[in-house]
């Protein structure tokens, strides 16, 4: 590994924009994209994906390995993903740094602890629940309902026990007894907020706006109205500046914000796509599973708040996927051509959705896997150029750089020549809705969307409070392009059901909770953590 400073000088950032964490990690201050903001942007590239299996497909060493490559051709590259939760860290995903000869690193700290920033929301969030109940302990001068109340705790690790509890419980003294509950830290609202935010001013105006609950006239309660948004800005003033680290091949990186993209808009921060496309040449980055969750939040809510224009999407593919979706949970290291072919269109779809409705260059990364048979590689590329898809064999995960040049040129020759002009899916103006139907209809392929008489009455209810215009955010299963997990590949006639409609004032969108969709996760039967130890030299085993 370089030392992080050379990495910053290499890139010019003078030494009063950036913090130093030890050799290998480091930020640079949220201030210093003032100071870069005439520079001519960087082409971005958004890595997206076909709805993956409980695994995830390798979007995240797609990006980076993608980024190594565009290196390797002798230009200036950048990676921007998010930080990981240490929720799937020790459940069933694992890490977040990518894999095998593309990953960023220090890959063990990026996992664990970082810089601090997960922490910190954490404590922001936390902080906003105390004021809130000592607010209600005091007096309740604002006459809050408390059996209203919007704003829950958060924990950063999968604990289903928490989703639902009740507190204040012990007597007078220990507070007023209420339903009350957590979610994960990635499903914070003020993770979003750490996402979106652009400078610290933007920051504590944004924290101001948390909805946290209603009084019992219904008026919404904001956090400003609880005087939070100060002391929760400072406990945050570090974590609103990107953390910078590297590749194993020493292509920069930022590693920052972290909103899961089932229940959140599945983004690394606004702040450091925007540094790094005045940086580089090329910026790679991703939203969180495939392209019907990540990719249109990244477009309708990211694009949209940091006026930004995606050059070219590459859609990772798997042969594992695949199979998948063509109803093969077993024996996925088979080989089975039918498979393949039965679970192809739910590829397609992704590729449209990238191609047709938002007009975006796409290519296809089919990431190779060491159980793929070479017949079922050539199946799949036959297939998707006989329907002229740009697509490319991606083995970056075994041979690096070096196993993603193809990929990198066909995404530049995309770049190049398939430009049609960027297109967002639906204007800000239009009724809530009709976006809430445009995404399911035109995006996921509903025949139809149901609304219960509860997101009804959300939305009536946040309209009266004044947000209106607003991007909307789907909190939906990522394992299909519908809200059921179990329907897999490319289901017709399928209706959406929306159960509820919930307000982020601060983030600035609504989120719209399809099917069964929880902000707490649990553990699996078998969770990663098992596997986990230190040796007696003090080294981790078993975290990647």
């Known amino acids: 590994m370089k030392k992080i400073l050379e990495i910053a000088s290499e890139l010019g950032i003078p030494e009063d924009y950036f913090i130093p964490y030890g050799w290998y990690m480091g930020k640079v201050h949220w201030s210093f994209l003032e100071k870069v903001r005439k520079n001519p942007s960087g082409k971005l590239i958004l890595i997206s994906a076909m709805n993956p299996t409980p695994y995830g497909e390798g979007k995240t060493t797609t990006t980076i390995g993608l980024a190594d490559a565009l290196r390797k051709l002798s230009y200036r590259s950048f990676v921007c993903i998010r930080e990981p939760s240490m929720g799937p860290v020790f459940g069933v995903k694992g890490g977040a740094v990518g894999g095998g000869k593309a990953k960023v690193i220090p890959e063990e700290s990026i996992n664990l602890h970082f810089t601090g920033d997960i922490h910190a929301v954490s404590s922001a969030h936390n902080l906003l629940s105390a004021l809130l109940d000592n607010h209600i302990y005091h007096g309740n001068e604002l006459n809050i309902d408390v059996r209203q109340i919007y704003w829950r705790r958060c924990l950063d690790i999968n604990d289903r026990q928490l989703r639902n509890i009740v507190s204040g419980l012990g007597g007078k003294t220990n507070g007023i007894p209420r339903e009350d509950g957590f979610e994960i830290t990635a499903a914070s609202e003020i993770m979003a907020i750490i996402s979106l935010a652009r400078n610290m001013e933007d920051l504590k105006e944004r924290l101001g706006k948390i909805v946290v609950g ?40 930022f590693v920052h914000g972290g909103p899961f993209a089932n229940i959140a808009h599945g983004c690394n921060s606004l702040i450091s796509t925007e540094i790094a496309l005045k940086l580089s040449d090329y910026v790679v980055t991703e939203a969180g599973f495939g392209a019907d969750l990540g990719a249109e939040k990244f477009f309708d809510i990211k694009c949209r708040i940091g006026d930004l224009n995606p050059n070219a999407v590459v859609i990772v593919a798997s042969i594992r996927a695949l199979k998948y979706h063509g109803g093969i949970k077993k024996e996925l290291e088979k080989e089975n051509i039918e498979a393949i072919s039965r679970g192809l269109p739910n590829l397609l779809h992704h590729v449209g959705i990238i191609k047709d409705i938002f007009r975006v260059p796409v290519v296809v990364a089919l990431n190779k896997f060491p159980f793929d048979t070479e017949k079922e590689v050539k199946f799949v590329i036959s297939e998707l150029k006989d329907r002229n898809i740009r697509v490319v064999l991606s083995e970056v ?26 297109n967002f899916l639906y204007e800000l103006n239009e009724s809530y809705e009709s976006k809430i139907r445009k995404i399911c209809e035109l995006v996921y392929g509903a025949k139809d969307v149901i609304f219960s008489e509860e997101a009804i009455e959300d939305i ?21 392009l519908s809200d059921n997990p179990k329907l897999l590949g490319k289901p017709n006639d399928f209706v959406i059901k929306v159960q509820s409609v919930k307000i982020l004032g601060g983030a600035n969108f609504l989120v719209v909770f399809t099917g069964n969709i929880m902000t707490m996760p649990g553990l699996p039967k078998i969770p990663s953590a098992y596997k986990m130890d230190v040796d007696k030299e003090g080294n981790i085993i078993g975290l990647m």
């Open 397 to 422: 995960y075994d041979k690096g750089s070096e196993g993603g040049i193809s990929l990198a040129q066909e995404v530049i020759n995309a770049i190049e020549e398939d430009n049609n002009g960027f």
């Open 460 to 480: 009536k209810r946040i309209e009266k409070w004044g947000f209106v215009n607003l991007p909307v955010c789907m909190a939906k299963t990522q394992y299909s």
């Open 214 to 253: 209603i009084n019992k006239e219904g008026r919404a309660i904001l956090s400003s109205d609880l005087n939070a948004q100060g002391a929760m800005s400072v406990i945050l003033k570090d974590a609103i500046s990107p953390n910078l680290v590297q590749t194993l091949e020493g292509t920069p990186a």
